[in-house]
T-cell receptor, first 114, second 115 residues
Framework: SQQGEEDPQALSIQEGENATMNCSYKTSINNLQWYRQNSGRGLVHLILIRSNEREKHSGRLRVTLDTSKKSSSLLITASRAADTASYFCATAAYSGAGSYQLTFGKGTKLSVIP | DSGVTQTPKHLITATGQRVTLRCSPRSGDLSVYWYQQSLDQGLQFLIHYYNGEERAKGNILERFSAQQFPDLHSELNLSSLELGDSALYFC??????????????FGPGTRLTVL
Protein backbone atom coordinates (compact mmCIF):
# COMPACT_ATOMS: atom_id res chain seq x y z
CA SER A 1 0.00 0.00 0.00
CA GLN A 2 1.14 3.55 -0.64
CA GLN A 3 2.17 5.60 2.35
CA GLY A 4 3.19 8.84 0.67
CA GLU A 5 0.84 10.59 -1.68
CA GLU A 6 2.34 13.24 -3.92
CA ASP A 7 0.50 16.26 -5.14
CA PRO A 8 0.14 17.29 -7.89
CA GLN A 9 0.26 14.15 -10.03
CA ALA A 10 1.66 16.18 -12.90
CA LEU A 11 3.23 19.62 -13.16
CA SER A 12 4.29 21.57 -16.23
CA ILE A 13 6.37 24.74 -15.89
CA GLN A 14 8.65 26.97 -17.94
CA GLU A 15 12.40 26.78 -17.59
CA GLY A 16 13.58 29.14 -14.87
CA GLU A 17 10.42 28.85 -12.80
CA ASN A 18 10.26 27.14 -9.43
CA ALA A 19 8.54 23.78 -9.00
CA THR A 20 6.89 22.72 -5.77
CA MET A 21 5.74 19.19 -5.05
CA ASN A 22 3.98 18.03 -1.92
CA CYS A 23 3.83 14.72 -0.14
CA SER A 24 1.52 13.54 2.60
CA TYR A 25 1.90 10.36 4.63
CA LYS A 26 -0.04 8.50 7.26
CA THR A 27 2.14 6.88 9.91
CA SER A 28 5.19 7.72 12.04
CA ILE A 29 8.45 7.88 10.17
CA ASN A 30 12.16 7.84 10.87
CA ASN A 31 12.97 9.98 7.87
CA LEU A 32 11.54 11.05 4.53
CA GLN A 33 13.43 10.91 1.26
CA TRP A 34 12.91 12.31 -2.21
CA TYR A 35 13.95 10.42 -5.32
CA ARG A 36 13.95 11.28 -9.01
CA GLN A 37 13.27 8.89 -11.85
CA ASN A 38 13.91 9.64 -15.48
CA SER A 39 11.52 7.80 -17.76
CA GLY A 40 11.77 4.04 -17.24
CA ARG A 41 15.12 4.25 -15.47
CA GLY A 42 16.35 3.69 -11.93
CA LEU A 43 15.59 6.04 -9.09
CA VAL A 44 18.18 8.55 -7.96
CA HIS A 45 18.31 9.68 -4.36
CA LEU A 46 17.99 13.46 -4.02
CA ILE A 47 17.71 14.36 -0.36
CA LEU A 48 16.87 12.90 3.05
CA ILE A 49 15.27 14.77 5.92
CA ARG A 50 15.06 13.24 9.37
CA SER A 51 11.93 13.37 11.49
CA ASN A 52 13.52 15.89 13.87
CA GLU A 53 14.47 18.27 11.06
CA ARG A 54 12.18 20.89 9.57
CA GLU A 55 14.07 22.07 6.51
CA LYS A 56 17.00 20.97 4.42
CA HIS A 57 18.77 22.37 1.38
CA SER A 58 20.87 20.75 -1.29
CA GLY A 59 21.86 22.92 -4.25
CA ARG A 60 18.65 24.02 -5.96
CA LEU A 61 16.55 21.69 -3.80
CA ARG A 62 14.75 22.69 -0.64
CA VAL A 63 12.79 20.17 1.41
CA THR A 64 10.52 20.89 4.32
CA LEU A 65 8.95 18.46 6.75
CA ASP A 66 6.00 19.04 9.03
CA THR A 67 5.53 15.96 11.19
CA SER A 68 2.45 17.42 12.89
CA LYS A 69 0.72 17.59 9.52
CA LYS A 70 2.49 14.50 8.20
CA SER A 71 3.54 16.36 5.10
CA SER A 72 6.64 17.35 3.18
CA SER A 73 7.37 19.56 0.23
CA LEU A 74 10.13 19.59 -2.36
CA LEU A 75 11.01 22.88 -4.03
CA ILE A 76 13.22 22.96 -7.10
CA THR A 77 14.35 26.50 -7.83
CA ALA A 78 15.33 27.90 -11.22
CA SER A 79 14.21 24.75 -13.01
CA ARG A 80 15.99 23.42 -16.09
CA ALA A 81 14.80 21.18 -18.90
CA ALA A 82 17.04 18.46 -17.44
CA ASP A 83 14.86 18.45 -14.29
CA THR A 84 12.08 16.84 -16.32
CA ALA A 85 11.41 13.56 -14.50
CA SER A 86 9.10 11.91 -12.00
CA TYR A 87 9.70 12.75 -8.36
CA PHE A 88 8.82 10.39 -5.53
CA CYS A 89 8.71 10.85 -1.82
CA ALA A 90 9.52 7.82 0.29
CA THR A 91 8.92 7.44 3.98
CA ALA A 92 11.32 5.34 5.99
CA ALA A 93 10.11 3.47 9.03
CA TYR A 94 11.84 0.88 11.12
CA SER A 95 10.41 -2.53 10.29
CA GLY A 96 12.46 -4.63 12.70
CA ALA A 97 15.60 -6.78 12.44
CA GLY A 98 17.66 -3.73 11.55
CA SER A 99 15.59 -2.97 8.47
CA TYR A 100 14.23 0.40 7.44
CA GLN A 101 11.46 -0.04 4.93
CA LEU A 102 10.89 2.63 2.30
CA THR A 103 7.32 3.21 1.20
CA PHE A 104 6.96 5.23 -1.97
CA GLY A 105 4.20 7.48 -3.19
CA LYS A 106 2.93 7.41 -6.76
CA GLY A 107 5.06 10.37 -7.79
CA THR A 108 4.75 13.75 -9.42
CA LYS A 109 5.57 13.95 -13.10
CA LEU A 110 7.41 17.22 -13.73
CA SER A 111 7.80 18.65 -17.22
CA VAL A 112 10.08 21.66 -17.64
CA ILE A 113 9.52 23.40 -20.96
CA PRO A 114 12.58 25.07 -22.49
CA ASP B 1 25.67 5.33 -12.50
CA SER B 2 24.68 4.17 -9.02
CA GLY B 3 27.09 1.23 -8.94
CA VAL B 4 24.22 -1.26 -8.68
CA THR B 5 23.93 -3.60 -11.64
CA GLN B 6 20.95 -5.63 -12.76
CA THR B 7 20.62 -8.25 -15.43
CA PRO B 8 18.95 -8.75 -17.77
CA LYS B 9 17.68 -5.32 -18.86
CA HIS B 10 14.68 -6.76 -20.62
CA LEU B 11 12.93 -10.09 -20.31
CA ILE B 12 10.02 -11.32 -22.38
CA THR B 13 8.39 -14.57 -21.40
CA ALA B 14 5.08 -16.41 -21.41
CA THR B 15 2.50 -16.99 -18.71
CA GLY B 16 3.28 -19.92 -16.46
CA GLN B 17 7.03 -19.60 -16.91
CA ARG B 18 9.73 -18.95 -14.32
CA VAL B 19 12.44 -16.30 -14.53
CA THR B 20 15.39 -15.18 -12.43
CA LEU B 21 16.47 -11.59 -12.08
CA ARG B 22 19.94 -10.80 -10.84
CA CYS B 23 21.32 -7.88 -8.87
CA SER B 24 24.83 -6.94 -7.77
CA PRO B 25 24.94 -4.28 -5.06
CA ARG B 26 27.47 -1.47 -4.83
CA SER B 27 30.85 -2.54 -3.59
CA GLY B 28 30.77 -2.77 0.20
CA ASP B 29 26.98 -2.58 0.56
CA LEU B 30 25.49 -5.46 2.51
CA SER B 31 21.81 -4.65 2.04
CA VAL B 32 19.81 -5.47 -1.06
CA TYR B 33 16.19 -4.43 -1.54
CA TRP B 34 13.85 -5.54 -4.31
CA TYR B 35 10.99 -3.41 -5.65
CA GLN B 36 8.31 -3.86 -8.28
CA GLN B 37 7.08 -0.85 -10.25
CA SER B 38 3.89 -1.09 -12.25
CA LEU B 39 1.52 1.52 -13.62
CA ASP B 40 -1.37 0.60 -11.37
CA GLN B 41 0.46 -0.29 -8.13
CA GLY B 42 3.32 2.18 -8.28
CA LEU B 43 6.61 1.28 -6.60
CA GLN B 44 6.13 -1.57 -4.15
CA PHE B 45 8.71 -2.92 -1.74
CA LEU B 46 9.12 -6.68 -2.07
CA ILE B 47 11.91 -7.91 0.19
CA HIS B 48 15.11 -6.88 1.99
CA TYR B 49 18.24 -8.96 2.50
CA TYR B 50 21.17 -8.06 4.66
CA ASN B 51 24.42 -10.01 4.43
CA GLY B 52 22.63 -13.12 3.23
CA GLU B 53 19.73 -13.01 5.65
CA GLU B 54 16.15 -12.01 4.95
CA ARG B 55 15.34 -8.93 7.05
CA ALA B 56 11.93 -7.70 5.91
CA LYS B 57 9.16 -8.71 3.57
CA GLY B 58 6.76 -6.40 1.85
CA ASN B 59 4.11 -7.12 -0.74
CA ILE B 60 5.84 -10.15 -2.17
CA LEU B 61 3.69 -12.89 -3.65
CA GLU B 62 4.22 -16.50 -2.61
CA ARG B 63 5.14 -17.26 -6.24
CA PHE B 64 8.15 -14.95 -5.83
CA SER B 65 11.26 -15.73 -3.81
CA ALA B 66 14.66 -14.18 -3.37
CA GLN B 67 18.03 -14.97 -1.94
CA GLN B 68 21.33 -13.25 -1.32
CA PHE B 69 24.52 -15.18 -1.88
CA PRO B 70 27.85 -15.08 0.01
CA ASP B 71 29.31 -12.72 -2.60
CA LEU B 72 26.32 -10.45 -1.78
CA HIS B 73 24.66 -10.58 -5.17
CA SER B 74 20.97 -11.31 -5.04
CA GLU B 75 18.46 -13.11 -7.23
CA LEU B 76 14.73 -12.66 -7.44
CA ASN B 77 12.87 -15.70 -8.71
CA LEU B 78 9.41 -15.24 -10.20
CA SER B 79 7.45 -18.38 -11.00
CA SER B 80 4.07 -19.30 -12.48
CA LEU B 81 4.13 -15.93 -14.16
CA GLU B 82 0.90 -14.08 -14.87
CA LEU B 83 0.17 -11.16 -17.16
CA GLY B 84 -0.09 -8.91 -14.12
CA ASP B 85 3.52 -9.61 -13.19
CA SER B 86 4.66 -7.48 -16.10
CA ALA B 87 6.52 -4.61 -14.48
CA LEU B 88 9.86 -2.98 -13.87
CA TYR B 89 11.81 -4.75 -11.13
CA PHE B 90 14.42 -2.74 -9.30
CA CYS B 91 16.97 -3.69 -6.77
CA UNK B 92 18.67 -1.20 -4.49
CA UNK B 93 21.53 -1.39 -2.06
CA UNK B 94 22.46 0.69 0.93
CA UNK B 95 25.58 1.17 3.02
CA UNK B 96 25.99 -0.77 6.22
CA UNK B 97 26.53 2.21 8.45
CA UNK B 98 27.15 5.89 8.36
CA UNK B 99 25.33 9.00 7.37
CA UNK B 100 24.10 7.53 4.10
CA UNK B 101 22.91 4.23 5.59
CA UNK B 102 19.27 5.17 5.09
CA UNK B 103 19.79 6.09 1.47
CA UNK B 104 19.16 3.49 -1.19
CA UNK B 105 21.04 3.30 -4.46
CA PHE B 106 18.92 1.90 -7.25
CA GLY B 107 19.94 -0.21 -10.18
CA PRO B 108 18.67 0.46 -13.72
CA GLY B 109 15.94 -2.17 -13.41
CA THR B 110 14.78 -5.21 -15.33
CA ARG B 111 11.71 -4.76 -17.50
CA LEU B 112 9.68 -7.96 -17.44
CA THR B 113 6.99 -8.52 -20.03
CA VAL B 114 4.73 -11.54 -19.64
CA LEU B 115 2.79 -12.43 -22.79
Amino acid sequence: SQQGEEDPQALSIQEGENATMNCSYKTSINNLQWYRQNSGRGLVHLILIRSNEREKHSGRLRVTLDTSKKSSSLLITASRAADTASYFCATAAYSGAGSYQLTFGKGTKLSVIP
Amino acid sequence: DSGVTQTPKHLITATGQRVTLRCSPRSGDLSVYWYQQSLDQGLQFLIHYYNGEERAKGNILERFSAQQFPDLHSELNLSSLELGDSALYFCASSPRTGIRSNEQFFGPGTRLTVL
